[in-house]
């Protein structure tokens, strides 16, 4: 071991990000990736003119993507930031609005980073078990006196918390910071959007990386208070001012200007996901009734793991978590339907159906 380890992060459990193997072309089911390209619009906007200006830095303000983004979304130019992925603003925000003192609770069965950026942050963390349908019972979450982070809908179970319940969960922690993390929100919940405009301690958290195709450009925002804006901003500006590329704020802009064909994207995602809830209680699976881009799926006849590993072999991956509470299940990004008959296809083979 090296001695020049920095010995405070040694014990550090780091997040483990999916794979992403380049030793064979598989169906990747693993990422929650969109399947569908960039649209065309942004695909034009990088030009050979703006890739020649990569000589400059790029706009520290993100003022024209942040402007395309209040307008799109119907709030004040104050109210948006934007990050290098969504993952910068969750870091971010672990940063400013959790302590030691100032706890923070989210969900034992979420998004892995939110534990990793509490122990990174030495935050004084909860994680409060989901129930043993996999759903989040509001009043766990209700006068904490912490802050409280929620995916919605959750990952990786897919499943939504209501509306009322966020509410009910903003409105009874004011004087804390509720993060409800919408990476998914575009294809199927409620976002929380309207409530950002009545409540200040409401922070919403945004990517560009799955409705808008975007993974591989690293693009993220948030919406809430400028308050909360604020402290993101003092965070940003003391560690990375030019957090996002020149490249990825024009294609950000254009991928708003495209929204109907996004729009079109998440609609055929929703359908194909339908159409694969079918196909999987038809091989004798298991699912949680997902309102995202993914189904978390268990069959009895193979265990979770030895169905990925199985899944693996024959060039489709998919997620699979050891964490014992969710080890029977894998998680299913939701492709195209030819990838999505590929999977049925490998499954059948499997399972010994054919
Ligand atoms: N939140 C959730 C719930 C996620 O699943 C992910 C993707 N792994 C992220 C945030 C981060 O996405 P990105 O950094 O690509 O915006």
Redesign the pocket.
């Known amino acids: 071991m090296s001695k020049y380890l920095i010995s405070k992060y040694q014990s550090l459990e780091a997040y483990t990000?999916?794979e992403q193997p380049r030793d064979m072309k598989y169906v990747k089911l693993n990422?929650?990736e969109s399947p569908y390209p960039a649209s065309d619009g942004v695909i034009k906007s990088i030009s050979a003119e703006e890739v020649a200006k990569l000589n400059l830095y790029p706009d520290p303000e993100c003022k024209f993507l942040k402007q395309k983004l209040a307008d799109h979304y119907g709030v004040g130019y104050d109210n948006v930031f934007i990050?290098?992925?969504?993952?910068?603003?969750?870091s971010f925000a672990f940063m400013a609005f959790c302590s030691d003192e100032v706890g923070a609770i989210f969900p034992d069965i979420?998004?892995g980073?939110y534990k990793v950026y509490g122990d990174l942050y030495k935050v004084n963390y909860t994680e409060i078990p989901l129930k043993s349908d996999f759903s989040i019972n509001a009043d766990d979450y209700t006068n904490s006196g912490k802050t409280v982070i929620i995916?919605n809908p959750?990952?990786?179970t897919g499943l939504s918390i209501s509306l009322e319940d966020i509410e009910k969960i903003v409105k009874t922690n004011s004087e804390n910071v509720v993060i409800i993390?919408e990476?998914?929100i575009d294809f199927g919940g409620k976002t929380c959007l309207e409530l950002t405009k009545k409540y200040e301690n409401l922070l919403i958290?945004r990517?560009?990386?799955?409705s808008r195709s975007m993974?591989g450009a690293?693009?993220?925002f948030a919406i809430g208070s400028k308050a909360l804006i604020d402290d993101l901003n003092r965070i940003k500006y003391s560690t990375n001012p030019y957090n996002i590329n020149r490249l990825t704020l024009i294609a950000g802009c254009a991928a708003i200007d495209d929204n109907d064909y996004y729009a079109d994207c998440c609609k055929k995602i929703a359908e194909t996901r339908e159409y694969t809830k079918q196909k999987l209680a038809q091989l004798g699976f298991e699912y949680l009734d997902s309102d995202s881009n993914f189904v978390f799926a268990r069959n009895d006849k193979i265990s979770g793991e030895e169905y990925y590993k199985q899944l693996k072999k024959n060039g489709v991956l998919v997620r699979h978590f050891s964490n014992p509470k969710i080890s029977d299940y894998v998680r299913i990004t939701i492709g195209t339907r030819g990838q999505m008959d590929i999977l049925f296809d490998v499954t059948k083979k499997i399972l010994g159906e054919v």
Do not use: Q
């Not at 990050?83 to 969750?90: A, Q, R, T, V, Y």
């Not at 990517?207 to 799955?210: F, I, L």
């Open positions: 990000p999916g990422t929650n990050s290098n992925g969504s993952d910068e603003i969750l979420s998004y980073f995916a959750n990952a990786p993390d990476a998914y958290v990517t560009y990386s799955k993974a690293r693009l993220g």
